[in-house]
């Protein structure tokens, strides 16, 4: 119990740095701030429900952005899986 709950408090932390660091990165041209906060939406889109819903308008305004979102979130799944032995889906308590 106290490893899950660890894992979700390092999620929602990387998540939310992700989201500062987009953010810092929209005023510094040597940062990709769109890149980091479509991360830091990826992450936290499994916690809570208005990046869920954010994630999605994003996809369906812009298609090809989506489809290399979920290449990347294909890719970070398998990656997660090698190194932690669990899928992103079995981390996902929903």
Do not use: C
């Not at 932390?13 to 810092?24: C, S, Y």
């Not at 479509?38 to 996809?59: D, F, N, P």
């Amino acid at each position: 119990m106290a490893s899950s709950r660890l894992q979700r408090m390092l999620l929602l932390v990387a998540g939310w740095g992700f989201i500062l660091l987009g953010v810092v990165g929209l005023f510094l041209p040597i940062l990709q701030g769109i890149l980091f906060l479509l991360i830091g939406l990826l992450i936290l889109s499994g916690e809570y429900v208005w990046a869920h819903h954010l994630l999605q308008k994003l996809r369906q305004r812009f298609p090809g952005i989506a489809r290399q979102m979920e290449n990347a979130q294909a890719r970070a799944s398998a990656w997660i899986k090698r190194f932690t032995g669990q899928s992103a889906a079995d981390r996902d308590p929903k």
